[in-house]
């Protein structure tokens, strides 16, 4: 019975961008082209990259399988597995997910590019994939002769050489699916049901449009755009500055213990809804985006849900026992993304927040159990006198007198990895330390200061807990 294959271009969708440029390198190095580059060379790398795929640059690929005449195969297998080398890291981060979730579901992985087959393949075989569809050299005792065997996999000619794979391997293109970032592949897109554009080139983005064909880019979560090859949260980074909330005074201390790649989880007390604004003024000095886990209502609100989906927040439905939050969030760091959590998961609401003790749940310690990321603790304190429990909106208003915020970053906690609690424990623990002295002493709250720590629509006994909530709205814990 015929099964789905998922079809990946290689340049620009399951790459950063070209490999030119790596081949060419291993190339020289095992003696097969000079040592200086060819003249107009780096123009057509760097307008690949810029734009995709152009005739110009295809033309010249198509010219080096007569330049490739008399070279030894064994040793442009072995540039092929030094370009591997300089490859591999290029991979898009989210390929690599999406890869493994075709592979869940059952289905092939075949890369199809127009770069020679011996080039390739051992990319290809280091991440695993079924099979390659790509340009072939002809050769003859050992070495190539200068022509091409089979198709130039470019264009129609690519498509070509993909039904001739499936035909042979007993593949249902109508079931298939095809990512590609280039107007050129058109005609693949087109001949399978479940066509992808990825970081298209101009025209394949106007012509997605118009096909209403599913646009999406793999070094960022899916459902985050991008405008002039940046994500909504880096376009926002120059704006994340203190002196444009003039109605706090914020201060941000140790931004240095966020690493500044690889996976990290940045793990929050919540004393606010003001607290991701904090800790969003912490992340833009760092300067890489960070993916918040939020609340469902917050999704689901208008405008507000499409901005937090805009920026690669993760949504988590509170008290439904899903996992898919933490699946997600694993997803996000295995790719080497920035996770922001709060392992309270809502806000202590009356007496609760006055405790000097903080009680968090486990998810943190289980994600950081799941990926081996390190867990960077942040202290945040006087988040709630911008934005108080019991308000339906922050204080906007206020820039005579503003209220006093900071955000204080500590080193990565040491954790077991075994016992949850007891991990949940030390980072509540780390988190409490970056606080000032006064969080960890015992106080009795006034009448005022326990209303203000109480949700809009409740009331509470008198000593200070919930015991009824008249209503709630979005958003709200």
Same mark, same amino acid.
Not at 212 to 217: D, F, M, S
Not at 287 to 292: L, N, Y
């Given at each position: 019975m015929p099964t789905p294959v998922a079809f990946f271009d290689l340049d620009r969708t399951l790459l950063r961008g070209a490999s030119g440029p790596a081949i060419s390198r291993a190339l020289r190095a095992v003696g097969l082209l000079p040592d200086r580059s060819i003249p107009g060379e780096s123009l057509l790398f760097g307008l690949f990259d810029l734009v995709g795929e152009n005739r110009p640059a295809m033309m010249a690929a198509r010219q080096m399988a007569r330049a490739a005449s008399g070279w030894s195969v064994e040793a442009v297998a072995r540039a092929g597995e030094m370009a591997a080398d300089e490859l591999e890291p290029l991979v898009q981060p989210y390929a690599r997910i999406l890869i493994d979730g075709h592979r869940a579901e059952g289905n092939r992985v075949v890369v199809a590019t127009t770069t020679p087959h011996p080039l390739v393949a051992p990319l290809a075989a280091r991440l695993g994939l079924d099979a390659v569809v790509a340009t072939r050299w002809a050769s003859?005792?050992?070495h190539y002769t200068g022509e091409i065997d089979g198709p130039f996999v470019w264009n129609d000619g690519k498509l070509e050489a993909v039904r001739t794979w499936a035909e042979a391997n007993d593949a249902d293109l109508a079931a298939s699916h095809a990512y590609s970032d280039s107007w050129y592949d058109v005609p693949l897109l087109g001949a399978v049901g479940h066509p992808v554009a990825v970081n298209p080139d101009p025209r394949l983005a106007l012509y997605a449009v118009v096909r209403?064909?599913?646009?999406?880019?793999l070094d960022v979560p899916p459902g985050v755009p991008k405008l002039a090859g940046l994500e909504?949260?880096?376009?926002?980074?120059?704006?994340?500055?203190?002196?444009?909330l003039p109605f706090v005074r914020l201060s941000v201390h140790g931004t240095e213990h966020i690493p500044t790649t690889g996976p990290v989880i940045l793990a929050a007390n919540h004393r606010s809804y003001f607290d991701p604004?904090?800790?969003?003024?912490?992340?833009?000095?760092?300067?890489?985006?960070?993916?918040?886990?939020g609340k469902k209502e917050v999704f689901d609100a208008p405008v507000i849900g499409d901005i937090a989906r805009a920026v690669g927040g993760i949504?988590?439905?509170?008290? $439904? @026992?899903?996992?898919?939050?933490?699946?997600?969030?694993?997803?996000?760091? #295995?790719?080497?993304?920035?996770?922001v959590v709060m392992p309270q998961g809502t806000i202590p609401r009356g007496r609760a927040f006055f405790d000097p003790e903080l009680q968090g749940r486990w998810g943190t310690a289980r994600l950081a159990a799941m990926t081996g990321?390190?867990?960077?603790?942040i202290g945040l304190w006087g988040t709630e006198k911008v934005w108080p429990r019991s308000s339906r909106l922050p204080n906007l208003l206020n820039i005579v007198d503003p209220p006093s915020v900071s955000v204080t970053v500590g080193p990565a906690v040491e954790l077991g990895g075994v016992d949850p609690d007891a991990d949940t424990q030390r980072i509540m623990a780390a988190i409490v330390t970056l606080l000032p002295a006064e969080a960890r002493r015992h106080r009795e709250p006034t009448a005022e200061e326990l209303a203000l720590?109480?949700? $809009? @629509?409740?009331?509470?006994?008198?000593?200070?807990?919930?015991?009824?909530? #008249?209503?709630?709205r979005p958003g709200t814990d």
């Open positions: 003859a005792d050992g209403r064909w599913p646009v999406t880019w909504p949260q880096k376009l926002l980074f120059p704006f994340v500055r203190p002196e444009l604004v904090a800790v969003g003024m912490a992340v833009a000095r760092v300067g890489r985006p960070a993916r918040f886990l949504r988590v439905e509170r008290g $439904s @026992g899903s996992d898919a939050p933490l699946e997600e969030a694993a997803a996000a760091l #295995s790719a080497g993304e920035m996770v990321a390190p867990v960077v603790p720590a109480t949700p $809009s @629509g409740h009331t509470t006994d008198p000593d200070g807990d919930t015991e009824h909530e #008249s209503h709630r």
